[in-house]
């Protein structure tokens, strides 16, 4: 966890140097925070119109999770990268396929389960060389 | 044109057995058609307009690709497809990753070969049984 | 599932000749049998959060029903169809209508009756030489 | 400019009473207006990056032309209306069709056409009783 | 109904002289109206499944008003308008969040708060020059 | 410059621990870094295709720039936070206002200016408590 942790500092502190690296998971993050703290609230409720804009704006959210990891999916890494992850197909599966959860599901734990995910995702895409220049922003 | 609308009318009441099967692959070619179609109308244009509305009609039409063809992966296909079927993960970003490069291209040979790799999905998708019931409708 | 795999490949041949005259209805169509999907798996299940779900994804799909039927009509038919086939404005009119009704209502008899709508509307659109040929995919 | 300051106040009171009847045929006027606008800016221009700018605005507008009409024409107009007035699907027809047109070029006679087109149809609308209640705004 | 025809085609001839002035705060002001009808039938109703239709009804139509105040507030005021009307920013600001407010609450008297914003908007788009010639529409 | 990157580096650890408070102004930076980026591409080529979909990807970044500023104006920050920063309604609006000069130039410069906009009121989000608390990930 420290370590870990320490681990995330040091990168956060490459990307002022180097933000297109890092930013492309950030987008897919937020928007599934977004979903988690959502969930949260429309249990903390019980109010019927609350819940039912918790129910829709979480609908959104987790669109444009798959939306953004997509993206990423398709247009950052190559077939190099998938040599060099065998896995990395599978993960967004599982990511994107995981905010579908999120939609179907009120329980943190599945956001929960979406983030570690993204997580994953992040640490291969920030341990590629590519992660860090600009490419990622080139008209997609 | 009459035998032609009674094989039409036999092609409508196959659907109305099978469409949980066979129209979600179709949503992905129509749009993939749309950018081969237009493509082919860019280069036998010379009017600045005219083209220019090309560039924009194949963006969203490959965008609509990609959208199509990533419901199907992640919304569709479950882990025992991907098991029988080892190469669906890449077949699936060859042909998401294909719809970017119609997007970045006017040869009308990089959208066949989008529509090879959306065909080669649909016979996966249809050799499945779930490609038979109506799964693939349910909210998502 | 052999059997069954060769009848799906002489369907997909059979749209690689004809996709122009069959494709643009189905895009309705997908979109109406989702709906009617939809109310059936509402009406099934008693979860709040999933029937909430049910309402929205309905509201959507039935939105993108009639965006494709205003396309068709729009695009896709000329004056001189409208002559040859004189109930064809209200058919679309009809069937366009129709999918607002599915927005409002969860009965499964109310999308059936769009879906009739939009097998109507098909039916003209085989018949047409033009529903043959390619000109529905160029820009609009 | 006084003057005009309480003319303005004038019609914004006006608006308070009849809204209904008033607004949604200027939706679709609105966006109109402004692809006429865009289209004699076009010509007015010789700068490559402002020319490409006005195809692309112009194409957004049109479609939210189309698209505030066929809300119109769907939601608002009853089988009673179509009665009463037996051209106004093909009035609908040609002024949504006319913005396609509009898509498809650069002259602003094109656009002046779509908007007589919608003036049309507004004139329809507010003759009728329906044209002065609320009920075009209900969830639709 | 005859009198009330003239009135209406009165209103119409301004708009042809006046339109780039006053059609946009009308484009915020239709949508806020839309949301307060919403409201209004959401607390007339007490079947599940069109309340659930009216708030998300309603989240769309609250999140086009603040789309179009911020077209408005972006594109069209200058900073020799913020000089000369101090409080615009906070009108505005307060337009929008309220349009937010609009999203949380089922209460008709928020939506009228959000058109009372819009209306002090409007006012004092009309007091402008500007608010008379089309700049309003040229691509933003 | 060297002391304001250590600063940099600071909040960028803090947001490990924090996101709530920090991800929103990287919506709008990802996206404006997006439009520079297509600048500098759109200058490189003199491919008449691609400068044209730099065009048209710059507008839709610089779209959703603006959409993403609009939330935080709207949405997170609060009266107090005007009365504590009393320059921060014209923060925000230069920055969405120049997120309309973005689209109207390709002066990587203006985007430059749009950066650094986004930067000065990352700042004052980061200064304020309310920036690191989850708040900005509710319902809105």
Redesign the interface.
């Known amino acids: 966890m420290l370590s870990k942790?320490f681990v995330?500092?040091e990168r956060?502190?490459a990307?002022?140097d180097l933000?297109?690296g890092v930013?492309?998971p950030?987008?897919a993050?937020?928007e599934a925070?977004?979903c988690?703290?959502?969930m949260v609230?429309y249990h903390e409720s019980s109010d019927e119109?609350?819940r039912?804009?918790?129910?829709?704006?979480k609908?959104e959210r987790a669109e444009e999770t798959?939306?953004h990891l997509?993206v990423l999916?398709?247009?950052f890494f190559t077939p190099a990268h998938?040599e060099e992850f065998p896995d990395l197909?599978?993960q967004f599966?599982r990511a994107?396929?995981q905010?579908?959860e999120v939609?179907?599901s009120?329980d943190p734990a599945v956001a929960d389960q979406l983030l570690a995910y993204i997580d994953e995702i992040a640490e291969v895409f920030w341990a590629t060389e590519k992660g860090q220049d600009?490419g990622v922003?080139?008209?997609?």
């Open positions: 942790f995330n500092a956060a502190h990307h002022c933000y297109c930013y492309d950030a987008q993050k937020i925070l977004s988690k703290k959502t609230k119109h609350f039912q804009r918790c129910v829709l704006v609908e798959k939306h997509m999916w398709a247009d998938f197909h599978a599966w994107i396929h905010a579908g939609k179907k009120t600009m922003y080139s008209p997609h």
